[in-house]
């Protein structure tokens, strides 16, 4: 290390200097962001774990049902339907003891922010005739206008609660033995639990890289070198993806896999899960006439 | 660029899951027969890979961060196929377990990103990197390039997804059920984005992994190289004639080719010189391109004072001491080509000047 580097170490941090909380920022953001995505995936499987009334039905009849309320909204152009839908799976969702404000809050600032800003140009940009007019800017929003942004917002937030909804209420590995039914492929249903579950190591360890190079950071980074360290995360990650990838299957190997795959179905559809189903596909269906 | 529920019809969506499912079920037979059993854990891992380097914040030029989607990368070290598979697996966890794009929008979603945007990667990342070494740093720049198209082309699919809904798919009385830009509005509004910070994104991701594997990890890049392309201890010198020489073909083609310029009849919308606005003719062709709006009588008096100010020594790419139009193109062309590269040049020139004159601000990285 140069006299020059060594003796920048050795002062106090300057605290409040842009630059150097810039390439502090880069660093934390991804370390932030990939935590973030660990806590999420936590969180859901906890959920998925308590005493509810979705966390009681088999994920077959939860995941053929939910999918049809998905169908349901996405495929009716009355606003009363979506609207019933949403109310529908915020009383599951509280049946069911999903925290509403932290789990159901986050999905839907997520979906209002991004799908809000997409749709609300069209309360201006679709001609009709006006119903108010925006003070200071002058522009009328226009009735198509406004029923336009409200079916786009109304069915995105719908269809991403029914979504979260089946996810926080059902543990990962019976969601994908779930998608059976759905006729998923056998094999695209084993790689995806293995994707899962290589997922939360693989998180683990790019959090772990950034916190590294993070805490033997010294100095500022440039624009260049931030996208460098980026790139060379990725890459280290990648050639450890592969390199954990000819372990796994050996591994495989070693207890006996040849290319088959087998899953255990072990759950048991009872008649409360028939009627619950029933229900479900009642409902998507009412909303659909 | 991932799709959310409730944008597209579910006819929409239906047409897209089967646009999608000849690819994957392709897919998945050369992937099987290229890796037999193996295939299971690799697809594994390498989509837990993309979904992760998807949550990375990438620094871009000009201070601002972006996303990427891993599809470049993907195509590069996989191929096309092992790619559509890896990215698909990857956007069906986001979409459901993270709620990033819709159920009944995945296949569409898979379209795009997967199937398009990995074919696309690899096809241009095959197209430029052609027989280079495995350690030329043309490869990382064809990774890159591949990247930031496939990004681009992914974005138009799902534009075009988009600006076909309110055609298509309204209520009685035309109120738009779906996405509700058309095709004129939704098209330029998602290429922006992506021709600026998605896209870079993609292009520093994809070039920037390639690179660093090519010193650390050579053998991930044989997969999609050609098999005399297998030397990485041998890399090209950067810069070397071997290395550019199909773009001076190209640039020299495309020189010889600008006559074609001659075929297009009129003046472009915007581009009208001062004596435009006094000729009958030249009047017709602007009202007609303005959507009949006739110009005004008058030359605008900003217009005419400020077309003086500069007389270009090669007016409309004619050479005034040539009579042959084309050859005064080929010339123009083989002028401005020449003045750009000697503009790069100094440009380089004062650059290097420049870091060697400035001291690198303090960073390390402690070992």
């Given amino acids: 290390m140069g006299r020059q580097t060594f003796a920048w170490f050795t002062q106090p941090p300057a605290v409040g200097d842009p630059r150097l909380s810039k390439a502090a920022g880069f660093l934390e953001r991804n370390v932030v962001a990939l935590a973030k995505t660990l806590d999420h995936a936590a969180r859901a499987d906890e959920t998925a774990r308590r005493r509810g009334l979705l966390q009681k039905l088999d994920p077959r009849a939860k995941c053929v049902g939910i999918f049809a309320w998905i ?5 009716t152009s009355r606003l009363a339907v979506v609207g019933t839908i949403f109310a529908l799976a915020v009383a599951l969702a509280v049946l069911s003891a999903v925290p509403v404000r932290t789990s159901l809050g986050r999905v839907w600032t997520g979906v209002l922010v991004f799908t809000g800003s997409i749709a609300l140009p069209a309360l201006f940009l679709t001609p009709g005739a006006p119903v108010c007019r925006i003070p200071l800017l002058e522009w009328n929003v226009t009735a198509p206008g406004l029923l336009a942004a409200t079916r786009l917002v109304g069915r995105a937030e719908t ?3 029914l979504a979260a909804l089946l996810v926080l209420t059902t543990p990962w590995t019976h969601l994908l033995k779930a998608l059976r039914t759905l006729r998923v492929p056998k094999t695209a249903v084993v790689i995806l639990g293995m994707t899962h579950r290589y997922l939360f190591l693989l998180l683990g360890l790019a959090r772990d890289y950034f916190e590294a190079r993070r805490s ?14 980026a790139t060379a995360t990725a890459g280290v990650l990648l050639g450890r993806s592969l390199a954990l990838s000819d372990e796994v299957f050996m591994a495989m190997r070693a207890r006996g896999f040849r290319g088959e795959v087998h899953l255990l179905q072990d759950a048991r559809f009872r008649t409360r899960d028939g009627l619950a189903l029933a229900a479900f596909v009642a409902v998507a269906a009412l909303g659909l006439l | 660029m991932h799709i959310p529920d409730g944008y597209l019809s579910p006819s929409t969506c239906a047409v897209m899951y089967a646009g999608a499912a000849p690819f994957w079920l392709v897919a998945l037979r050369r992937v099987q027969a290229m890796l037999h059993a193996r295939y299971v854990p690799l697809l594994s891992l390498f989509s837990a890979f993309s979904f992760v380097v998807m949550m990375f914040n990438l620094p871009l030029p000009g201070g601002t961060t972006g996303h990427a989607v891993g599809m470049g990368v993907a195509a590069v070290v996989l191929g096309p196929w092992g790619a559509i598979l890896a990215i698909s697996l990857a956007l069906a966890i986001q979409a459901v377990l993270f709620g990033d794009g819709g159920i009944t929008a995945y296949g569409a979603n898979c379209f795009n990103m997967a199937v398009v945007g990995s074919l696309t990667a690899w096809a241009v990342y095959r197209l430029i990197s052609g027989r280079s070494a495995l350690g030329s740093p043309r490869r990382a720049v064809a990774a890159a390039l591949g990247g930031y198209l496939a990004i681009n082309v992914s974005a138009l699919c799902a534009a075009v997804e988009f600006g076909i809904q309110p055609r298509w798919f309204h209520d009685a009385n035309g109120v738009p059920l779906y996405a509700p830009y ?3 509005v939704a098209v ?11 896209g870079l994104a993609e292009g520093i991701l994809s070039g920037g992994v390639v690179r660093y594997l090519q010193r650390a990890d050579p053998a991930l890049l044989r997969t999609t190289a050609p098999e005399n392309a297998t030397d990485p201890l041998q890399p090209q010198p950067a810069g070397g004639w ?3 020489r199909p773009l001076w073909i190209a640039l020299a083609v495309l020189m010889i080719a600008t006559p074609l310029g001659l075929l297009a009849a009129g003046t472009a919308w915007g581009e009208w010189g001062v004596e435009d606005f006094s000729n009958p003719e ?4 602007i009202a007609a391109a303005s959507a009949q709006v006739a110009p005004p009588d008058a030359v605008p008096s900003g217009l005419e004072r400020l077309a003086s100010l500069w007389t270009a020594p090669m007016p409309d790419y004619a050479p005034a001491f040539l009579k042959s139009r084309s050859l005064g193109y080929i010339l123009s062309a083989m002028f401005g080509v020449g003045s750009i590269l000697l503009a790069w040049l100094a440009a380089g020139w004062a650059a290097r000047r420049l870091r060697g004159s400035h001291n690198r601000p303090p960073s390390a990285t402690l070992v």
């Avoid at chain 2, 330029?188 to 998605?198: D, E, Q």
């Fill in chain 1, 71 to 75: 169908l349901a909204a996405a495929a």
């Fill in chain 1, 159 to 161: 269809t991403a609660t």
């Fill in chain 1, 216 to 229: 033997r950071q010294v100095g500022r980074l440039d624009n260049a070198q931030r996208r460098h360290a």
């Fill in chain 2, 182 to 184: 058309p095709l004129a």
């Fill in chain 2, 188 to 198: 330029p509004a998602m290429l922006i984005g992506h021709l600026t910070f998605a």
């Fill in chain 2, 242 to 244: 071997r290395t550019v």
């Fill in chain 2, 282 to 285: 030249a009047r017709q062709h």
